[in-house]
């Protein structure tokens, strides 16, 4: 039987377009003679709508949309996810089996995620009954909603137990191929270091569901067809990653961050499945997480502060790759302790790039902020206030050319934005300024720790300066200032942050967690650095909660899916 899975990019609160979507890529499945065709989970409302699901007057859109959709269906089955009103006031979280103009089937997803970005039980009622099997071609076809494939104690991941096994039950009542609309965002797995393993090191979402997926074809005997939605919503980022898993534990699969349609056939024998590179799929991913916020938030240029550094000159190639140069706006913004080194690889960044470039002296405002507190303050020294003072003036530098006229005409257009530069090492240690570098629409680095960061410009070329890889990181708020003598060598803080935070090892062991990951001098001195670097984490989630909001791209971001109170000891 050939099964077209529908790998799509929703938008949230558009069920019409999302409808029409739908229907265009069902009527090219059915010319394409696909006989049976899958859309993901909530393919119409988009995943997740969060509190706009609460609105009478979106459910009523979302039913209407789904039931027009159900009308348009022939010979050939298209199911598809979608959301009713449930008894309890909450919504059914549903997977429509529409054949023949008309809905046939329905099934309720059982499983409901509640855990890091998840939290589905403030929208959905779970169905605690097992769901019947569809009869079609031959086959007994059950149908699964996305955390259905997730329960099984063996295989899925989930932290908590659910106690209830959905894709065992449609097992045991005799189904012959498995249908899975899911909406799944994707990741990396927990930094280590380069050549380093730790078993406790959580996998990325590809390993996951390189063992989940086939794992579960060959455990009940069956087929499993898994259509999984693409592309980006604020943090989250979907790669997709549809296919069919067999029961010999082979696979038909779709490549990452493709919309489209994919046809995937139980009959044909399928290949084994190849990881996904870490370098290329982290490149894909936040350019696509550029793209589509640009996109649906109604943004459509960026200005990007280039100091010379290794983060400005990766998001703006980023930037450049998402939007095309003409659509970047690169300034650099020098005070007394910028060096001329910083200047001129900026300049030679944004000609490569072929972008637009500004120099603006950020010295001026920042002598006009010292010589106030001069005044009101005679004989004050210089401190940690005048190195926050030239971050300041450089941020309110960066926002005012997005409301300028003259630059709105060179990008062409008036909704223009700033891309915030900043990374996860420096984020979870505080060492940013508030309204200053952590200024923003959004922080596509703002997940990666800086080993990460580096990984990507090497994996960008020509697009990044070497001279920018090769110098020593250094925010230039003071003389002789550099990153790693304030904070720790980036290398030892990403070992103590990927255990840490990605990898959520307990405080009382990170001692000897530190030993697979460091060795030598190097290990002693991030064991010392341990408690220094705990409390930096602890004591400046106040500053965090005002940053731009990242991409997700490791097991554990900060946002949505690390809750951590303000005023907790």
Known sequence: ?????????????????????????YAEAVSAGAELVLAPELAIPGYLLEDRLWE???????????????ALSGTVPLVFGTARPAPSGRLWNELWWCEGGALRHCAHKRVLPSYDVFDEHRYFEPDAAPQPLVAFHGHRIGLSICEDL??????????????????????????????????????????LPPGRS???????????RRRLLPGLAQKHGLPIAYASRVGAESWLLFDGGSGLALPDGRWQGCAPFHEGLFSVDP???????????????????????????????????????????IDSAVAAALAVEALGPGRVLGAALP???????????????????????LNLDAEAPFAGFS?????????????????????????????ALTSEPDIQRRLGTERVAVLNTGNKSEAATGYFTL??????????????????VYALARDLGEAVPRGVVDRPPTAELRPGQTDEASLLPYAQLDAILGAALEAQRPEEGLAEDLALLLEGEVLVQARAALPRILGLLRRTEFKRRQLPFAFKVSPKAFGAGRRIPLTAL
Request: net charge neutral; charged share 20%.
């Open 150 to 191: 997730w329960a099984d104690p063996q295989l899925g991941n989930a932290p908590v137990g659910y106690g209830v096994d959905p894709i065992a039950d449609l097992a045991a009542a005799g189904a012959t191929l498995i249908l899975n609309a899911s909406a799944s965002p994707s990741a990396l797995g927990s930094y």
């Open 267 to 309: 009959g044909a024998p399928g290949e084994a499945w190849h990881a996904v590179e870490d370098g290329p799929w982290l490149r894909k991913a936040l350019v696509t997480g550029l793209r589509d916020n640009l996109a649906k938030q109604g943004l459509e240029a960026l200005v990007v502060g280039l100091s010379g550094g």
């Open 371 to 399: 010589a106030a507190l001069e005044k009101a303050l005679p004989g004050r020294a210089f401190s940690l206030t005048d190195e926050n003072l030239q971050s300041r003036c450089r941020g309110s530098l960066l926002l």
């Open 56 to 70: 009478p007057g979106m459910r009523r859109r979302i039913e209407a949309e789904s039931y027009r959709l159900a």
């Open 435 to 452: 309204y200053g570098d952590g200024i923003g629409a959004f922080a596509p680095l703002g997940d990666c720790l800086k080993a990460r």
């Open 1 to 25: 039987m050939k099964i077209a899975l529908l790998q799509l990019n929703a938008r949230l609160g558009d069920p019409e377009g999302n409808g029409r979507r739908v229907e265009k890529a």
């Open 335 to 357: 005070t007394r302790f910028s060096s001329a080194e910083s200047s001129a690889l900026a300049e030679q960044q944004a000609r490569h790039l072929g972008l637009a470039f």
């Open 198 to 208: 730790a078993p406790w090191a959580i996998p990325s979402k590809d390993a996951q």
